[in-house]
């Protein structure tokens, strides 16, 4: 096979990993954008998206287009229970100190889940079969256009919130200034609480979406975590489009890697990139120094 | 009122505890150390259950030669600290004639210069080939070597006429051994490795890895993991339309594998311990009736199918019972008596200890299968 259809198979795997990257990526940093800290127990709703998408299927045999949203609920639920019990109570608290609750809660998450549903790993079935699409001698799943689909509506769908609704906006302006979002009637705690709420959903969503590729384990949600937090580094922390074009970047660049140089270094290069960014462009690839945020 | 009660209970209790002490001493005790919780799971899990089970039912039918076995189990958690401090107590305060396990390489490692120093005989259930290379004296072990594995499927390529590999291992420390085995054992079999490549034990895709290989001028592809990587190196090389022939490694050889990579496992083959294919085995095969009655036993006892792990802790136990019924009694007998261990057909394969192999098999103990209809069939 001739090396441009082998680049364009590396470009194809590499995008639709990326979007899930970026999908995580967003959760990781509406949240910041809402509280200034880093929520490292977004992995971990990617995971309960698809635990629960399991358990639901297998356990409660409810169909697929019931399990999914159901899931993604529950685990919204989770995330809302995570910021009244772990985040609400401590909120005088410094940000450093919220950082490392998140990575307890993150603790706890996995190891609640490995406790109802064990350490085995689980496939759930693609949304719509198996058969491999030909594109120019490089092959896409169905499954890879699900998730480049529903990576581009949620997107969408978060720009819409962020500019056109009233929480959408109040939201935005509890990230340029808490305190004087407070000071004209914005319920800045609400904004937080919701912030928790719309990451889990979206880190849920990109778990399910994943999980008949990639499969699904109580422990996924570390490593997707690390890698859309990356994704969101690459981005400058905003939650629009500069952070899907992170993770984007960041699918391609390990997809690259791992094909043309050795895949032993696959990881290492999404480490390497963040290093980079945050030694030399702490506000991200695309920021300017001070740039706004949302 | 309250403390008297207290103070006549713990003196029933003790009564009661010294008693069924002192039935113990006609016993003959044997320590296990299995990983049942932590990563290693599931091997302990298995081992322990089996083992259980294996020492209930000789008990149940009068004990060897009289006298009752005590199995006494401590969870290492896959730590070989813990393994080490747990082996220490099985000799010490338990005092133990034999200890089964530890579950995993490193801590077998970490526990034989205790058992070699209080000489007591372990018989490890972990695969790594360093365990009984070079021979211990004390120490032997009944999984099977990854090196069996590799000359189990180099042989059959070459019975296929095919030489020419590519390999895709885990960068874990189960795919770097079975990497090394790989190369260093190709030239015996006129193998030439084109490709070798590696994958993350958590990586989620594979296709550019697939992609690399699928360019190459390889014939087949060999995979070394363990669950779940194959599984999705599986569904992309399908998604790929890879017209390689995928070759596994025996770490993915149970049903899990099976329901994990779902259409995409059909026409793998692997080589795989006899376990479970035992129904399917030739009936002149020395073991199927060990691995029939070792299946069916677990199956009734546990609701599950027995699997390779617990076949390690069935072998561990029956040799040991062998040795005994030969009238080994202390350590020291129990240790010549497992070196002179000739033809016992177990679950992992047929034993022939020596005083120069304490690991016992060849790669007799693997078998050839192949994923046709979600099944296990014996490759041709």
């Not at chain 1, 259809?5 to 509406?30: E, H, N, V, W």
């Not at chain 1, 998408?53 to 297998?58: E, G, R």
């Not at chain 1, 922390?237 to 952070?243: E, N």
Request: aromatic share 6%.
């Amino acid at each position: 096979m001739e090396l441009g259809t082998q680049l364009l198979q590396y470009l194809l795997s590499g995008l639709s990993t990326g979007a899930i990257y970026a999908l995580i990526g967003i959760g990781f940093s509406i949240i910041y954008n809402a509280t200034g800290i880093i929520n490292f127990a977004q992995g971990e709703f990617v995971m309960l998206g698809g635990m629960l998408t399991l358990f639901l299927l297998s356990v409660l045999q409810l169909p697929l287009w019931i399990a999914i949203p159901l899931a993604v609920l529950l685990a919204a639920l989770v995330g809302l229970l995570f910021e009244r019990l772990a985040i609400r109570p401590l909120r005088k608290a410094s940000p450093i100190s919220l950082v490392i609750i998140t990575i307890g809660g993150a603790i706890l998450i996995r190891g609640l889940a490995m406790l109802i549903w064990g350490k085995d790993t689980h496939s759930l079935p693609s949304f719509s079969g198996d058969e491999p699409i030909m594109l120019a001698g490089a092959t896409l799943l169905p499954q890879h256009l699900w998730i480049l689909g529903i990576t581009l509506l949620l997107i969408g769908l978060n720009k819409w919130f962020f500019s056109h609704t009233t929480s959408g906006k109040a939201m935005r302006a509890c990230s340029y200034n808490p305190r004087a979002a407070g000071l004209v009637g914005i319920d800045v705690r609400r904004m937080v609480l919701l912030s928790f709420v719309i990451s889990a959903a979206m880190g849920a969503l990109a778990g399910i979406i994943v999980a008949p590729l990639t499969m699904t384990a109580y422990d996924v949600g570390i490593m997707l975590g690390l890698k859309g937090f990356c994704a969101a580094i690459i981005g400058g922390m905003s939650s629009g489009l500069s952070t899907v074009i992170g993770g984007l970047i960041l699918g391609v660049l390990e997809s690259l890697g791992a094909g043309l140089i050795s895949s032993g270094y696959k990881d290492a290069i999404a480490f390497v990139i963040l290093l980079l960014i945050l030694f030399l462009r702490p506000q991200g690839l695309f920021g300017k120094p001070e740039s706004e945020r949302v | 009122m309250l403390a008297r009660m207290t103070t006549v209970l713990t003196l029933i209790a003790t009564l009661l505890l010294t008693a069924s002490f002192a039935v113990a001493a006609d016993t003959i005790k044997i320590g296990g150390l299995f990983a049942v919780t932590g990563p290693p799971a599931f091997l302990g899990e298995p081992e322990r259950n089996t083992a259980k089970m294996v020492v209930d039912e000789i008990n149940k039918a009068g004990g060897i030669k009289g006298q009752k076995l005590e199995l006494i189990v401590y969870d290492t958690a896959g730590d070989a600290t813990k393994a080490v401090q747990m082996a220490t107590k099985l000799i010490r305060d338990d005092q133990v004639v034999a200890i089964i396990g530890p579950s995993t390489t490193g801590e077998t490692m970490a526990v034989i210069p205790v058992v070699e120093k209080a000489r007591i005989p372990l018989i490890s259930c972990a695969a790594g080939s360093k365990i009984t290379d070079p021979v211990k004296r004390y120490v032997f072990k009944t999984a099977q070597n990854d090196a069996l594995a590799v000359e189990r499927i180099y042989d059959y390529l070459k019975r296929q006429k095919q030489n020419r590999v590519a390999l895709l291992t885990v960068s874990d420390g189960f795919g770097a051994s079975g990497r090394e085995q790989l190369k260093s054992l190709a030239p015996r079999f006129g193998m030439q490795i084109v490709v070798d490549d590696t994958y993350g034990p958590k990586d989620t895709d594979m296709t550019s890895q697939l992609t690399k290989i699928r360019a190459s001028q390889a014939q087949v592809l060999i995979v070394w993991g363990t669950n779940p990587g194959p599984a999705v190196i599986a569904k992309n090389a399908k998604q790929l339309g890879l017209k390689l022939p995928l070759y596994m490694s025996h770490g993915v050889s149970s049903k899990k594998f099976i329901a994990l990579a779902g259409d995409a496992a059909e026409g793998v083959r692997l080589p795989s311990g006899k376990v479970v294919v035992a129904d399917v085995l030739p009936k002149k095969d020395p073991q199927k009736a060990s691995l029939l009655a070792f299946v069916k036993d677990y199956q009734n006892h546990y609701k599950q199918e027995g699997d390779h792990f617990g076949g390690h802790a069935w072998d561990a136990i029956m040799l040991l019972k062998g040795t005994i019924e030969r009238g080994a009694i202390t350590a020291e007998s129990i240790r010549d008596g497992l070196e002179n261990t000739r033809q016992f057909h177990g679950i992992g394969g047929t034993f022939t200890y020596s005083a120069t192999d304490h690991a016992g098999l060849n790669k007799d103990a693997f078998v050839m299968v192949e994923i046709r209809n979600k099944d296990w069939s014996l490759a041709k």
